[in-house]
T-cell receptor, first 115, second 114 residues
């Protein structure tokens, strides 16, 4: 099973809403990532979790709050977003944290629209 | 400042011919380079990678070449097939004490016509 799943596929939310994006993998990977991708742009790294600990936070605004409840799950909690936060949010995982695990496996993404 | 650059936004190739996608980078600290393929409404799919200490890696129809002195890599697809039509992203991996992450180029849209 080389699958990373993400729910929901699509999400529309208002600027005052609170919502969460979920990501799950059962490959035993110990590093998980959140990326943001705007149209016609490359994926941009937001957060990296390595062995369930936040290891990289790429200066992401606090209205995005990641959470890694266990080694298989990664959440992204959203609150008071802005319309410019509308994008495809991609989750990825790789076999090991630290130096191992070259390949990152991506989920299909959640298409987020903020009204 | 872009650390990974794909200067050709698009490429059109006939079926059966070779597709060559190019990528340049600026940071000598990258230790691996990867190519991903992306269809609309899907996440990127890993294709092939190369270590910074190698100059070539081959996997079936896909070959990646690395010229470290020029900070340039290329992906060759031979023979190209219509199903190869997608956006191709070049990515570079950096490793520090906090962990690893990928930096992506802007992508090249490949169109293979039959």
């Amino acid at each position: 099973d080389t699958e990373v799943t993400q729910t929901p596929k699509h999400l529309v939310m208002g600027m005052t809403n609170k919502k969460s994006l979920k990501c799950e993998q059962h490959m035993g990977h110990r590093a998980m990532y959140w990326y943001k991708q705007k149209a016609k742009k490359p994926p941009e790294l937001m957060f990296v979790y390595s062995y369930e600990k936040l290891s990289i936070n790429e200066s992401v605004p606090s209205r995005f709050s990641p959470e890694c409840p266990n080694s298989s799950l990664l959440n992204l909690h959203l609150h008071a977003l802005q319309p410019e936060d509308s994008a495809l949010y991609l989750c990825a995982s790789s076999p090991w944290g630290g130096g191992g695990g070259i390949t990152q496996y991506f989920g299909p993404g959640t298409r987020l629209t903020v009204l | 400042d872009q650390q990974v650059k794909q200067n050709s936004p698009s490429l059109s190739v006939q079926e059966g011919r070779i597709s060559i996608l190019n990528c340049d980078y600026t940071n000598s600290m990258f230790d691996y380079f990867l190519w991903y393929k992306k269809y609309p409404a899907e996440g990127p799919t890993f294709l092939i990678s190369i270590s910074s200490i190698k100059d070539k890696n081959e996997d079936g129809r896909f070959t990646v070449f690395l010229n470290k002195s020029a900070k340039h890599l290329s992906l060759h697809i031979v023979p190209s097939q219509p199903g190869d039509s997608a956006v191709y992203f070049c990515a570079a991996r950096f490793l520090n004490q906090a962990g690893t992450a990928l930096i992506f180029g802007k992508g090249t849209t490949l169109s293979v016509s039959s």
